[in-house]
């Protein structure tokens, strides 16, 4: 994943776009954006004027503010804003703009303007929310014990070595893509359970290339496939987010097999999904 700057996020930093604020007297208008509708000392957009931009499914991977960045499945990073007329659309509660939390899966509505993405509906389902509004605030007593002692073990250490591997599966992909495959699917899943049942486990999820392409092209490749991945065990697998480590993209570095053959190729198109156990608490 990229880094940004200007917004701390766990595991990474991001950046998200500023919406600039338009204000003016009960006399003015501004007729360079006809836009823009002036009243009192507020300037409100006016919906009906605005095109119609994509439709966005993901996770909210940062918010500040009414600024928000999804996270697709295919590790594309979009930010939105929240406006006034923004529609909030949750399964089993009253939703409000304060329900839009870091780790929620959401599908987002948006309409485009000079300034960037405005969201004019954000949906989302009941379960997800429970599962995203308790790692924010911990409600859960069992929940919150797991997440401090994970977060005990990340203080502690923070090398590769300072873990003992308890199982890797690598999932493969076409040559260019990060697409996952039906088998892939299943093999993440089954990943997931078998983590679940080591203690004190997390995941770290590194992707890699064979080398065709620039080294550039790779290590973005090698990024879209580790989120790829990540997405669909946090998604699909009800993997905890708090329990992933920072992933990484490797590109053709540390190949399983020889690139010189069609075969070597293939095995180094992967993402590696290890299960590890810090080495202070295994055992335990």
């Not at 300034?115 to 509906?121: E, P, R, V």
């Not at 605030?137 to 590769?160: C, H, K, N, P, W």
């Amino acid at each position: 994943m990229r880094a940004f700057s200007n917004f701390s996020v766990a595991p990474v930093l991001f950046a998200l776009l500023a919406l600039p604020a338009v204000a003016a007297s009960a006399q003015e208008q501004d007729t360079a954006n006809p836009n823009i509708v002036v009243t009192g000392q507020e300037a409100e957009l006016d919906m009906s004027a605005l095109p119609k931009g994509p439709d966005i499914k993901g996770i909210v991977a940062a918010r500040k503010g009414d600024r928000v960045r999804v996270t697709s499945a295919d590790g594309t990073m979009v930010d939105v804003t929240l406006a006034e007329f923004t529609k909030i659309k949750g399964a089993g509660k009253t939703p409000s703009k304060a329900d839009i939390l870091n780790g929620l899966p959401v599908t987002v509505k948006t309409l485009q303007s000079d300034s960037g993405l405005i969201a004019s509906q954000i949906s989302f389902k009941g379960r997800d929310f429970k599962t995203a509004n308790m790692i924010r605030v911990g409600t859960s007593q069992q929940f919150a014990e797991q997440t401090a002692a994970t977060e005990a073990l990340r203080g502690r250490m923070s090398d590769i070595d300072k873990y003992n591997v308890k199982g890797t599966t690598n999932v493969y992909f076409d040559t260019g893509k990060w697409t996952l495959s039906e088998a892939a699917k299943a093999e993440l899943c089954s990943t997931a359970q078998q983590a679940e049942a080591t203690d004190n486990a997390l995941m770290l999820v590194v992707g890699y290339t064979d080398s065709v392409g620039s080294e550039d092209y790779n290590q973005i490749l090698s990024e879209k496939r580790a989120s790829r991945v990540i997405n669909f065990l946090q998604q699909a697998c009800r993997w905890k987010p708090y329990r992933m480590l920072t992933p990484t993209g490797m590109a053709e570095s540390d190949p399983l097999a020889s690139n010189d053959t069609e075969e070597g190729k293939r095995q180094n198109r992967r993402v590696s999904v290890n299960i590890l156990v810090s080495k202070s608490v295994d055992g335990l």
